[in-house]
């Protein structure tokens, strides 16, 4: 199976392309310049794997949570070339990416994002997946959801900025801490192809963010203190 997976929900261009049973896979700081490189590096990366767009059998985006201009560029991204080139889609949330990408097996995933506040979520690596033991959520730091047991592994932007705070929150019940890490691309594609497999997968019409969060603007007086969503 062919398939193309990006994330832009972050401050990183994430990509990735399985040809088969390769995987092709570019990541790069791409600030604020996500919406100009995105296409061209997407087509380098197809060149890189030996396919054109028709060749693939699917798309698949990290639909948020994250930067609202973000998931909104990999939404669109996703419904451009879906529409153009007939293929199916698949969103994927960035809080299980997290998990995915993490090798762990009980993970509290949270973004950070932005105002004081964390995107989180709770999953558990079941036989058949991911579950969800607290669904995606937005909270501040000091007031994100109990879990029961310990062993837990804490990753994601959220743990960099407000890691002490967090830490609190469940204290003697963490594993390790993973703080740098990223809802990747190859993560994404990992989670999109059983979905593909199985016949799930939706027209490009259907590829629309997950915000969670449902401003979408900052005052002006937040602007000027240099908040961002």
């Not at 699917?58 to 669109?76: K, N, Q």
């Amino acid at each position: 199976m062919n398939l193309l997976a990006f994330d832009t929900s972050t401050e990183y261009l994430s990509l990735a392309i399985t040809r088969d049973n390769a995987v092709f896979n570019y990541d790069v700081l791409a600030g604020q310049t996500h919406s100009q490189i995105i296409l061209p590096q997407i087509q380098q990366l197809l060149s890189q794997a030996g396919l054109q767009l028709q060749d693939l059998d699917g798309l698949a985006f990290g639909a948020g949570p994250g930067s609202f201009t973000g998931v909104r560029i990999a939404a669109g991204v996703a419904q451009g070339l879906g529409f153009g080139a007939n293929l199916l889609v698949v969103g994927v949330c960035t809080l299980m990416a997290l998990a995915e990408a993490s090798a762990a097996s009980k993970v509290i995933a949270c973004l950070d994002a932005r105002m004081g506040e964390v995107y989180h979520a709770v999953y558990v690596k079941e036989a058949d997946g991911w579950q969800a033991a607290i669904a995606p959520g937005l909270y501040k730091p000091d007031a994100v959801p109990a879990v029961d047991g310990d062993d837990w592994v804490g990753v994601g932007s959220g743990w960099q900025t407000y890691g002490d705070v967090l830490a609190d929150a469940y204290r003697g019940q963490l594993l390790a801490t993973q703080p740098h890490l990223l809802p990747v691309a190859s993560a994404v594609l990992a989670l999109a192809r059983p979905i593909f497999a199985a016949g799930e997968a939706k027209s490009a019409e259907h590829a629309m963010p997950i915000y969670i969060r449902n401003r979408v603007a900052l005052k002006t007086a937040e602007r000027e203190q240099g908040l961002r969503l």
